[in-house]
């Protein structure tokens, strides 16, 4: 087990390009496999085909990558921080705008990013990319969790509930909201109240919606 080290993640390159021209052929053997990615499917695409969709010979992409899976890790390396949930900031102003913005970013991403079905795809048959994606799960987990404790101790989050439980919970709201595939439109609004409420008491929500109000007049 890699133990979430993206550069073992990757691996090796067979060849790292230097000159302009080379930069521009990985890059666009990098394009061509994203591509081919969302619209084929991961295992539906081979080195063969994104080598062709670039304009470039076979043996040309086995020049910059291993095989397509070290060039799709590559791509998820770039782009992992689009791939996660959004990390909510607890003390910065209201926040269920704070929220509502966040998951409406999130979402954003991701359309973007458009790698995250291919991702689903791998998981179940590439133990290290899953265990990569839980590492950094853990380590948003841990920062919301800090987030959360120090809110805590000033007494704006309620006082029994365990910091640890509801950065999970929070976690999985955050991630699952921005990927529902049931074709029902998301209301980030009232999922970021519902965040909000899990977290504040009425009163302190209240407090902290009035104190934004008042910085904005």
């Known amino acids: 087990m890699r133990n979430g080290n993206d550069e073992n993640l990757v691996g090796s390159f067979p060849f790292v ?15 061509s496999g994203r591509y081919l990615f969302i619209t084929k499917g991961y295992e539906n695409t081979t080195a063969k085909e994104i080598a ?8 040309t992409f086995y020049r910059y990558f291993s095989d397509k899976r070290q060039l799709f890790m ?6 992992l921080a689009n791939l996660l949930p959004p990390e909510p900031e607890w003390e910065a102003g209201d926040p269920e705008q704070l929220l509502f913005s966040l998951l409406e970013n ?5 359309y ?9 795809e ?9 265990e990569t994606l839980k590492e950094a799960k853990r380590n948003m987990h841990n920062r919301i969790c800090n987030g959360l404790k120090r809110a805590q101790e000033k007494g704006h989050v309620w006082k029994d509930l365990d910091p640890s439980a509801i950065a999970w919970s929070v976690l ?9 595939d049931s074709g029902q439109s998301i209301d980030f609004r009232q999922l970021a109240r519902l965040i ?3 977290v504040f008491p009425p009163e302190i929500i209240k407090r902290l919606q009035s104190e934004q109000q008042a910085k904005s007049e």
Do not use: C, F, I, W
């Open 112 to 120: 973007e990013v458009k790698l995250d079905k291919v991702v689903v």
């Open 17 to 31: 390009p230097r000159q302009e021209r080379a930069v521009k052929k990985k890059d666009a053997l990098l394009q």
């Open 122 to 130: 791998l998981l179940p048959k590439d133990p290290d990319l899953a």
């Open 172 to 180: 999985v709201l955050l991630e699952n909201a921005a990927k529902d």
């Open 52 to 59: 062709a969709h670039a304009g470039v010979a076979t043996g």
């Open 106 to 110: 999130y979402q954003q991403r991701l």
């Open 74 to 79: 590559y791509l998820v390396k770039d782009k």
């Open 196 to 198: 909000g409420r899990m």
